[in-house]
């Protein structure tokens, strides 16, 4: 009887790792893919979105198109994992039973867990983008402070990306003089790695972009239109932007499976579940202390379905994650930067150049063909 | 005397984590926990000496000790308020 794969996600890691699982492992296995909305969405493209710099219409497909005709796509929400049973429980199906399962539900955004967050913008969902987009466009001044209201949160390098590509987008309406950008940065510098950090903080200073550092964001008065830190300090806006809070997903919480955040608890190297042997992790999910991102989804998804091989396979298995995870930084004015990195080795950006801005571009427009059918590595 | 190690809420090893980095996970942990916590943070980034050290005292958190060890240093930290 094959042995019987259920992924529960649908994003970057859940789509690449049933791709890889199916090819490898044919008849050898079933590999069903639970996804609660069937589309998938690519969120790095957010933030063009909200800048007016992309249409909101290529950031979505159909999930199925993306996987491979061997795998089941079951367009349903997973409601329960019981690891002893070895089953998901769904919410208008009936449970299915599973050998292995690969847990790639990634993060949910939770804006009510900060106090005042009302009506704030954020670029963290489509729907943010979407709106934040409008309220530029009618924006003609003022003072935007832009931060980070809850750790982890997806995309370490996005606030620094989108102040640098909003001081350009003000200078090309024509409104730059008549507004000030802060970002309020929960760190003691603009960006967490400090190579990268060096190399924006002078196009920071050149542009006029304000920082303020170790300013965690804990609430929002919209009324006064000030933010306060958890660090004790209150600024105030005309526009405000934030990283809105981030927890792992409810299934997870629901099932006592994640830590305080409902994030999975999983060995950084073998990405299984550290209590429960026949569960794995990958992406934002896991609790690991690493960027969550699509480019760590990426790179974590073929070592998630070679374990699960070999584990089907009854042999010893040989890829282990490195920690391996590589972006761009779009530094605004056309440049980007790039961090590649791995547990052994800390990122060395170049110096922000046209060709990392392109790179950046072509990968985004590429995504659809190449990522989630395993042709990049 | 004797010296009693707090009991740990919840470790975290950041080693060869550079982004978000052991600063923004200790960060992250002391935003979900309860006064009294004790967190404990594994860091080889050469930057967590001075960087978590500052945030506690700007935050108002407690350093209770720094264990160095070979590549790597221990940050015991408990949450203050």
């Given at each position: 009887m094959p042995a019987r794969v259920v992924v529960l996600g649908g994003?970057?890691?859940?789509?690449?790792?049933a791709n890889l699982l199916s090819k490898e492992l044919g008849k050898e296995a079933t590999v069903t893919v639970v996804d609660s909305t069937g589309m998938h969405l690519y969120q790095p493209g957010f933030l063009y979105v909200a800048l007016d710099q992309a249409n909101?219409?290529?950031?979505?497909?159909?999930?199925?198109?993306?996987?491979?005709?061997?795998?089941?796509?079951?367009?349903?929400?997973a409601t329960k994992i019981d690891p002893g049973a070895q089953t998901v429980s769904l919410a208008h199906a009936s449970t299915i039973s599973y050998d292995y399962l690969v847990v790639?539900?990634?993060?949910?955004?939770?804006?009510?867990?900060?106090?005042?967050?009302?009506?704030?913008?954020d670029f963290y969902s489509l729907d943010g983008a979407q709106r934040l987009r409008e309220e530029l466009r009618r924006f003609t001044g003022g003072r935007i402070l832009v931060g980070v209201?809850?750790?982890?949160?997806k995309c370490p390098p996005a606030p620094v990306e989108f102040v640098l590509m909003l001081d350009e987008y003000l200078r090309?309406?024509?409104?730059?003089?008549?507004?000030?950008?802060?970002?309020?940065?929960?760190?003691?510098?603009?960006?967490?790695?400090?190579?990268?950090?060096?190399?924006?903080?002078?196009?920071?200073?050149?542009?006029?972009?304000?920082?303020?550092?170790?300013?965690?964001?804990?609430?929002?008065?919209?009324?006064?239109?000030?933010v306060t830190s958890l660090e004790g300090e209150t600024a105030g806006y005309d526009l405000l932007v934030l990283v809105p809070p981030h927890r792992g997903a409810a299934v997870v919480e629901a099932s006592g499976l994640g830590d305080a955040g409902g994030w999975i608890p999983t060995d950084r190297n073998t990405l299984q579940h550290t209590q429960h042997e026949r569960i794995f992790a990958l992406g934002d999910t896991t609790d690991l202390p690493i960027s969550k991102s699509g480019s760590t989804a990426h790179f974590e998804a073929p070592v998630v379905a070679s374990r699960i091989a070999s584990f089907v396979r009854g042999t010893?298995?040989?890829?282990?994650?490195?920690?391996?995870?590589?972006?761009?930084?779009?530094?605004?004015g056309g440049r980007a930067?790039?961090?590649?990195?791995?547990?052994?080795?800390?990122?060395?950006?170049?110096?922000?150049?046209?060709?990392?801005?392109?790179?950046?571009?072509?990968?985004?427009?590429?995504?659809?063909?190449t990522v989630p059918q395993g042709r990049v590595g | 005397m004797t010296l009693t190690a707090p009991a740990i809420t919840k470790s975290i090893d950041a080693r060869g984590m550079a982004c978000p980095g052991p600063l923004l996970a200790l960060i992250g942990a002391i935003r979900q926990g309860q006064v009294g916590d004790v967190y404990e943070v594994i860091s080889?980034?050469?930057?967590?000496?001075?960087?978590?050290?500052?945030?506690?005292a700007k935050a108002k958190h407690e350093l209770v000790t720094v264990m160095e060890d070979d590549g790597f240093a221990r940050f015991i930290v408990r949450k203050a308020r």
């Open positions: 994003g970057v890691g859940g789509t690449l790792a909101a219409l290529w950031l979505a497909r159909d999930e199925r198109t993306l996987l491979r005709k061997q795998v089941e796509l079951v367009v349903d929400q790639a539900t990634g993060s949910r955004i939770v804006r009510e867990a900060v106090p005042g967050y009302g009506d704030t913008h209201a809850g750790i982890p949160y090309k309406r024509g409104i730059r003089d008549k507004s000030s950008v802060t970002l309020l940065s929960p760190l003691n510098r603009a960006f967490t790695i400090e190579s990268a950090s060096k190399l924006v903080q002078p196009i920071f200073d050149r542009q006029g972009v304000g920082l303020s550092t170790f300013f965690n964001v804990e609430t929002v008065d919209a009324e006064q239109r000030t010893a298995p040989k890829n282990a994650y490195g920690g391996r995870v590589m972006c761009f930084l779009e530094t605004g930067t790039s961090l590649r990195f791995d547990y052994a080795h800390p990122p060395i950006p170049p110096k922000p150049s046209r060709l990392w801005h392109w790179a950046k571009w072509i990968f985004n427009r590429a995504y659809w063909v | 080889s980034d050469a930057g967590s000496k001075t960087d978590i050290p500052a945030w506690i």
